[in-house]
C-alpha cells in the first residue's frame, strides 16, 4: 500500500506502508513486509553493525542487508493505525489503496472488530484461534498457548478498507501478535511523528510457495554481555528449564503446511520451551511432515547445509552468536514429480543460499537476530573471547545428529 506523507506538511512523497510478515513464526521483534522481497525491524545498533561487517564466508547464511529506511506511525482517516516507511528511492505515486494485499485485509480486518488501535482480543476472535481461555488468561495468552494447535486455511476470502474481496493465504498468528505489542508500544511511548529507523532484509522465503520453517534458538547461552543482572537470571532459568542445556537448541516457532487439509500447523515458542530431549526430536520429525507423510528428501540437502554452516562457524573466532536464531525453510507445496508415491531423485549437493539444480529440493538455512552478537573488534565491547561460539557449535552438532538418526529411520 503506498500512502500520501501526511506527517511532514508540504511533503509530496509517497509513503510505503509496511505490512505484517504474515510468516513470522518466532522473536518477539515486530518483523514487517516493505515489499515482496524485502522485510524490515527496528533497527539495533548492535545487529546493523553486524551486517555491515559480516564476514564474507557467513553471508550465504544470513539475510542480504539492504540498508535502513526512516518510519512513522499513521492514522488514516478511520482511525486506523499503522507504520509508514519513507521510500528507499524518491517515489510521486499519487495516493493509493492496494486492493490485493491479503496482510492487510487481515490487519484492517482485526482493527475493525476492536477500534484503531488493534487490540490483541481480536486475535482471539480470529477464525483460526477460537480458543477456550481461563477468565484470568489474557487474549493474547490465549491464542499463543502451546497446547493449542494453531491452524489456518490456506486460502479464503477477506475484505479489504473498501469492500474489495481479496484471497488471503494461510498466516502464522505470532506475526500478528508482535506487530500489535510493537504498535501498541509506539503508540504509548512515542509521539505520532517521531521518526524511527528499521533495517531492511531479505525476504528469504519470498520464493516459497507455502513456506514451512522452524525457528531455533541456538546455544547454550541467550543473554547478552549488557544484559542486566535480572534479565541474565531470566534467560539462564529458560536454557536451564529447555532443551537450550542439554542440546544447545530449542525451538522458537513453527509453521508446517498440512497438504491433507490445507492449513498451516502452528507451533509458538511456548510449545518449544516445554520440550523434552524426546520431545524436540518428534518435534523435527513434525515439521518434515506435511500430514501424509515424511518429507524424507529434504533431510539430505538440509543436512549439507547444517554442515556447511557448521564449518563456517567453526572457522570465525571471537564471535558469540547469543540469542540469535536459525531458521530451516522449505516449500511445503511439492512439485508435481515429487507427489506421494512417486521416486525421489538423488539428492545433489546445494548450492549457495539453498538453490539446486532443476527437479532437486530447495531449502533454506539462515541465522537471524543478532541484536546480541559480539566479536573482536565490534564497538563499545567490554568482553572479547577466543576460538569459535562452543554453544552455536554443540547446538549444531546435535540437531545434525538427531536429523541425521531421523534420516536413518531410528
Known amino acids: ?17 509496511l505490512e505484517p510478515f504474515l510468516h513470522q513464526v518466532g522473536g518477539h521483534m515486530s518483523v514487517m ?28 547464511f544470513t539475510p542480504q542487508y539492504k540498508g535502513t529506511i526512516t518510519v512513522h506511525l499513521w492514522k488514516d482517516s478511520t482511525g486506523h493505525l499503522s507504520l509508514v516507511a519513507n521510500p528507499v528511492k524518491e517515489s510521486r505515486e499519487p495516493f493509493k489503496v492496494s486492493t490485493e494485499s491479503a ?36 487474549p493474547a495468552k490465549a491464542l499463543l498457548r502451546s497446547e493449542t494447535h494453531l491452524n489456518t486455511p490456506a486460502s479464503s476470502l477477506a475484505e479489504d478498507a473498501n469492500g474489495n474481496q481479496v484471497e488471503r493465504k494461510s498466516f502464522n498468528p505470532w506475526g500478528l501478535h508482535c506487530h500489535q505489542a510493537h504498535l501498541t508500544r509506539l503508540c504509548s511511548e512515542y509521539p505520532e511523528n517521531k521518526r524511527h529507523r528499521f533495517l531492511l532484509l531479505e525476504n528469504v522465503v519470498s520464493q516459497y510457495t507455502h513456506p514451512c520453517i522452524l525457528d531455533l534458538k541456538m546455544g547454550t547461552r541467550q543473554h547478552g554481555d549488557d544484559a542486566s543482572e535480572e534479565k541474565k537470571a531470566r534467560h539462564m532459568r529458560k536454557c536451564a528449564q529447555s532443551t537450550s542445556a542439554c542440546l544447545g537448541v530449542r525451538i522458537c516457532g513453527m509453521q508446517v503446511y498440512q497438504t491433507d487439509k490445507k492449513y498451516f500447523l502452528c507451533k509458538d515458542k511456548y510449545y518449544g520451551r516445554k520440550l523434552s530431549v524426546e520431545g524436540f526430536r518428534q518435534a523435527l520429525y513434525q515439521f518434515l511432515h506435511n500430514g501424509s507423510h515424511l518429507r524424507r528428501e529434504l533431510l539430505e540437502p538440509i543436512l549439507q547445509q547444517l554442515r556447511a554452516l557448521l564449518s563456517v562457524i567453526r572457522s570465525q573466532s571471537s564471535y558469540r552468536f547469543y540469542s540469535s536464531s536459525l531458521l530451516i525453510i522449505y516449500d511445503g507445496q511439492e512439485p508435481p514429480e515429487r507427489a506421494p508415491g512417486s521416486p525421489h531423485p538423488q539428492e545433489a549437493p546445494q548450492a549457495a543460499h539453498g538453490s539446486s539444480p532443476s527437479g532437486l529440493t530447495k531449502v533454506d538455512v539462515r541465522m537471524i537476530d543478532f541484536a546480541h552478537t559480539t566479536y573482536k573488534g565490534s564497538w563499545n565491547e567490554h568482553t572479547t573471547y577466543d576460538g569459535p561460539d562452543p554453544g552455536y557449535i554443540f547446538g549444531l552438532e546435535n540437531l545434525i545428529r538427531i536429523l541425521q538418526d531421523i534420516q536413518e529411520g531410528e
Not at 500500500?1 to 506502508?17: I, K, L, P, T, Y
Request: hydrophobic residues 35%; charged residues 20%.
Open 103 to 138: 496482510a492487510m485485509a487481515i490487519w484492517q480486518t482485526l482493527q475493525q472488530t476492536t477500534g484503531s488501535s488493534g487490540s490483541a482480543c481480536a486475535l482471539a476472535q480470529w477464525p483460526h484461534a477460537q480458543l477456550a481461555r481461563s477468565p484470568k488468561e489474557s
Open 33 to 60: 513486509k516493505y515489499d515482496e522481497h524485502t522485510v524490515c525491524k527496528p533497527l539495533i545498533s548492535r545487529e546493523q553493525r553486524f551486517y555491515e561487517s559480516l564476514p564474507l564466508a557467513m553471508k550465504q
Open 1 to 17: 500500500m503506498v500512502v500520501q506523507n501526511s506527517a511532514d506538511a508540504g511533503d509530496m512523497r509517497a509513503g510505503v506502508q
